[in-house]
């Protein structure tokens, strides 16, 4: 049986206006309605502006880079949904389900660069105590090379985060059909 949300969305046939193009959209785009889509779908001008932020902070990022941040501080949210979303953009750019495995167990010892890894223990410090955040936090991650920009724009893709993974959950969007064997692989160690 479907989750419902747990509060009333405009479903793809009764769409209209800038909602109607949106879901047209990303049904071009994506072959699918997300329900990330639908959870916005009584103000489409906040999904729009939602994704403008996204792709502004994403576009200075490497695709790896943004994509481990996000899959950490999602992480750290315990939002199944993103992790199951950022788990398969991880998939399909070279990682394997061994690999998310082992990055979802202990990211620490999962063969990634020293930079991936202080990049995602600050990301997870931003999610988890951010009013703890001292300069040695943006010291540390200095060190291991980040410029300011890139510590802005990691800081950037934690806290956006948080913000969809906050609202997705506490609203009941549940991941879309497109990631059940993703779940499958993963159910152990999902938060539910």
Known sequence: MKKQMFIQTIDDVEAEGKLHEIYESDRKSMGYVPNHAKVFSLRPDVLE????????????????????????????????????????????????????????????????????????????????????????????????????????????TATMRSFASKTFDSLGAAPDEVYSELEQQLSDLLPT
């Open 49 to 156: 502006t939602w994704r403008a932020f996204q792709g502004s902070i994403r576009k200075n990022l490497r695709l790896r880079t943004y994509e481990l941040v996000t899959f950490a501080a999602a992480s750290a949210l315990k939002c199944r949904y993103c992790l199951l979303a950022h788990g398969t953009i991880l998939i399909k750019n070279g990682f394997n389900i061994e690999q998310l495995r082992s990055i979802l167990i202990n990211f620490h010892e999962a063969g990634l660069e020293t930079k991936e890894v202080a990049m995602m223990e600050f990301a997870q410090k931003i999610i988890r105590n951010a009013n703890e955040m001292t300069q040695n936090d943006v010291d540390l991650i200095r060190a291991v090379g980040f410029e300011d920009i890139e510590i802005l724009d990691i800081t950037l």
